[in-house]
């Protein structure tokens, strides 16, 4: 969990948030939060956005993410596939804390999702 102590025995959690830049061909979308199964579907439809709009290649900045779990990879994998079969695109997983990163080793989804 994302938290910093901000007084005794209370605990500020960084809410989540999807913030898309860039070229509509290759979006930077900034995630914040946990991404899990109550945020993974805000998650899900933005990407399936990006992806209607044209998106091919989307670089996730998750230097923000604090937490993924299964529903959150479902959504990412969701992602790279429907990317695949569109033809070649992408998906870049850049600045991921080390908790994070760990969760992409162990399912083997690391170089699928380009983790950097």
Known sequence: MDAKDVGE????????????SGAPAAPVVVVRGEIDVATSPKLRNELNALIALGARD???EFAGV??????????LVGTYKRLREAGEGSIRIVGAQASVRKVFEITGLEAALLVD
């Open 58 to 60: 989307i670089t996730l």
């Open 9 to 20: 025995g209370s605990t500020m959690v960084t809410p989540f948030g999807v913030e898309v």
């Open 66 to 75: 604090s937490f993924v779990d299964s529903s959150g990879l479902g959504v």
